[in-house]
């Protein structure tokens, strides 16, 4: 096995070093790993089983995230796009792909249920990861792709169950659906008690142990048992990732959370995508190659127009066709859901591995779409500009505010001066006893590591009128600053320090910044030089 890992950490770092250089996704690289490693190595689903279930918590960790992003407030907010169009698009989608598949190709009743289903779904890691990359998740079009996504995601538990009652013929469906929702029942229930009654104290002393790597570890306790809990249950280990990240969205350690697992997140995907690439048989796609083409083109215009006709009423064409295209592509889910039929005698493995192959095709495609998605609007509607919802969650008001960086006694003073002018702005802070106090003031604060580029993303850095570093420990100074080059480099920012030979130091390395020496008396100066910025 270790062989095969570095093998593998070779080849997906010198196929993404091509392909970078020609702007194709990291994606594709680690797919096309994934398909060189089977052929170097013979990995067959027998023999890399342990990798795919290590690979699975990329997808854990994933809706994790995606969970942190949505509270109970954000969710009862886009219900109409989760539950309405997310729960009609799956129903046409099923309807129209389980007639292909019964009267066109003459599959049985059940085979064809399963093909239908796991037809309907996209891909969540692809789509998430690409529009979060490309800050488009917050965009009108984005939004409407995620609340159909999050519907899909949910539907994975009666998809399993189905599967479940098909292979079995002596199965009573009655009692099968009352122990579901009962264990439903639990699952929430426990991780919600546990949110409730436990999470908060539980973090609030893991933080006062000022170790990054204690945080680091509590967080991926929590992520790894919500999983098992839920998979102890009979759901899929991402249900309870997404109910824990549900929970902590509720809570102010969010955004130090999601920065701290992004790495882990990005790397299990990695790793997932690869195991993508194991599963292409080139034998079968060669000898089907017409075939899977074809019904890549057939499958992705049916799921196109079924959203386009849903979400044309309800929004501008424009965001329609590109939430549309956005989910054209089949799912990863359904990679699970052909193997689970085939090895359940459900569907023909010959079939089977069509099917996969068609899914790994459309999600090798979609990259290229999603990265010309507005030039392919342009095609069918003009280059007409549209005005989109370009705030991401959960801050859809931050946009030509003030961000203030450390909240000290400085941070203080100047967030104290903003509000006093009715600037909108908003703090981030290391200390997670500041944040409460100030929390408990009802000022803008965030708990978080303003080093940390997810951190200042999180916070719209990259359009705010100006940021203010307020803080007095000169090297951290100097990785905020080098974070703020690399994310906002247009941003006005303004750096407080306490020497002369500190601010030589500075100007040197940041000469475009204006960079100011003095204490917490100079707020409102410093506020003074922000209103230059025609707030």
Request: with cysteine; charged share 15%; aromatic share 8%.
């Amino acid at each position: 096995m270790l062989e095969i890992i570095v093998a593998g950490i070779f080849i997906a770092t010198l196929f993404n070093i091509i392909f970078t250089r020609y702007h194709i996704p990291t994606i594709i690289g680690y797919i096309v790993t994934g398909l060189v490693l089977s052929y170097l190595f013979g990995l067959h689903s027998s023999k890399s089983h342990d990798l795919e279930l290590i690979a699975e918590f990329g997808i854990v960790f994933l809706m994790f995230t995606i969970g942190l992003e949505f509270s109970i407030k954000h969710l009862k907010l886009m219900r109409k796009e989760i539950f309405f169009y997310g729960g009609l698009q799956v129903g046409i989608s099923m309807a129209i792909f389980f007639l292909l598949a019964r009267f066109a190709a003459d599959i049985p009743n059940k085979p064809s249920l399963v093909i239908a289903s796991a037809l309907a779904l996209s891909s969540t890691a692809i789509v998430l990861k690409l529009l979060t990359a490309s800050r488009k998740i917050g965009e009108e079009f984005g939004r409407r792709a995620l609340g159909i996504l999050i519907f899909q995601d949910i539907m994975v538990i009666p998809i399993l169950l189905m599967i479940g009652i098909f292979s079995a013929s002596d199965v009573h469906i009655a009692p099968l659906l009352l122990k579901t929702l009962a264990e439903a029942i639990v699952l929430f229930a426990a991780l919600w008690a546990f949110g409730l009654y436990v999470l908060d104290p539980f973090l609030s002393r893991v933080l006062r142990s000022n170790s990054n790597e204690i945080f680091i570890g509590s967080i991926l306790f929590l992520v790894m048992g919500a999983s098992l809990l839920a998979h102890s249950l009979s759901f899929s280990y991402s249900l309870g990732a997404f109910i824990a990240g549900m929970i902590i969205a509720e809570t102010h350690y969010k955004h130090q959370v999601e920065a701290d697992l992004i790495p882990f997140r990005d790397l299990l995907l990695g790793l997932f995508f690869v195991t993508v690439g194991m599963q292409i048989d080139l034998r079968i796609v060669g000898d089907n190659l017409p075939l899977i083409l074809g019904l890549v083109a057939l499958f992705a215009l049916i799921k196109v127009t079924v959203i386009y006709l849903l979400l044309k009423r309800a929004t501008a064409k424009r965001v329609a066709l590109k939430s549309a295209l956005s989910l054209f592509q089949l799912g990863e889910f359904g990679l699970v859901v052909f193997e689970l039929a085939r090895n359940a005698d459900l569907i023909a493995t010959e079939l089977s591995q069509i099917l996969i192959s068609v899914i790994i095709v459309s999600m090798v495609l979609t990259p290229f779409v999603l990265r010309r998605l507005t030039d392919i609007v342009d095609l069918f509607f003009g280059n007409e500009k549209l005005a989109v919802m370009a705030a991401s969650f959960p801050k859809r008001d931050l946009e030509d505010h003030i961000v203030v960086l450390g909240y000290g006694r400085l941070g203080q003073k100047i967030c104290d001066k903003l509000e006093s002018r009715s600037i909108p702005h908003i703090a981030i802070e290391h200390n997670n006893e500041s944040v409460l106090r100030a929390r408990g003031l009802g000022k803008k604060v965030i708990l978080g590591n303003a080093a940390q580029s997810s951190i200042l993303e999180s916070v719209h850095v990259h359009s705010a009128t100006a940021v203010v570093v307020a803080m007095d420990n000169n090297d951290h100074i100097h990785l905020v600053c080098n974070a703020l080059t690399q994310i906002a480099p247009e941003t006005k920012v303004i750096i407080t320090v306490s020497k002369f030979q500190e601010r030589a130091l500075l100007h040197r390395e940041f000469p475009r910044y204006e960079i100011i020496v003095g204490t917490e008396q100079i707020a409102r100066g410093i506020v003074d030089s922000i209103l230059k910025c025609e707030l």
